[in-house]
């Protein structure tokens, strides 16, 4: 079983178009982020919710809006996709703050 | 406010030969540490942490790493490369508390070469 898995793996789309990555784990965890890993494989933390609470918001575009159902699920949805967006996005998860994450792998993001 | 610098970007060994790879950190409050690895089109797998228990930390795959309070360093050591050990390595610090509590910041990796 996955632990953390996203779907789609990839997405290619065209510039202005709106998109969602989906995240889903299966560990019990009550936390969840959500990462950008550019071109030069640096990884920065988007957003974070613990109990379905966000916790983390760094300084992301309104474009770019998280929603978690559930403590198990934590979507991101993209507005009007620009050039810049493309890169790889990763969902993760840990029992809480602080802890061990665990990671999905990756959702590939190509904008025409 | 934290940070994590990765001393390098990319580290060649042979087969065999012991793996040495070097981060320092910068944090406010007792630090969390921690060493990801990845491999191509996969996600990061944790290798092992450090949350300010015995400072040799054992993690999986034969690395370990010792945290060093006075150098603020944390080097990601194996005493034999393998070839599958090949993949970018991430050290990463996570703040105990303040307004960046749970918040990871990762170093800019280091790619280790192995060659058989």
């Known amino acids: 079983d996955t632990a953390v898995s996203q779907t789609p793996k990839y997405l290619v789309t065209q510039m202005g178009n709106d998109k969602s990555i989906k995240c889903e784990q299966n560990l019990g965890h009550d936390t969840m982020y959500w990462y950008k890993q550019d071109s030069k494989k640096f990884l920065k933390i988007m957003f974070s919710y613990n109990n379905k609470e966000l916790i983390i918001n760094e300084t992301v575009p309104n474009r770019f809006s998280p929603k978690s159902p559930d403590k198990a699920h934590l979507n991101l949805h993209i507005n009007s996709l620009e050039l810049g967006d493309s890169a790889v996005y990763f969902c993760?998860?840990?029992?809480?703050?602080?802890?061990?994450?665990?990671f999905g792998d990756g959702t590939r993001l190509s904008i025409l | 406010a934290q940070s994590v610098t990765q001393l390098d970007s990319h580290v060649s060994v042979s087969e065999g030969t012991p793996v040495l790879l070097r981060c320092n950190y910068s944090?406010?409050?007792?630090?969390?540490l921690f060493w990801y690895v990845q491999h191509p089109n996969k996600g990061l797998q944790l290798l092992l942490k450090?949350?300010?228990?015995?400072?040799l930390v054992k993690g999986i795959n034969g690395f370990e790493a010792e945290f060093k309070k006075s150098e603020t360093s944390f080097h990601l050591t194996k005493p034999s490369a393998h070839m599958s050990d090949a993949a970018e390595y991430f050290c990463v610090v996570s703040n105990a508390g303040g307004t960046s509590y749970g918040k990871l910041t990762f170093g800019q990796g280091t790619i280790l070469t192995v060659h058989p």
């Open positions: 944090s406010s409050y007792s630090p969390s």
């Open positions: 450090y949350t300010s228990a015995a400072t």
């Open positions: 993760a998860s840990s029992q809480g703050p602080n802890q061990p994450q665990h």
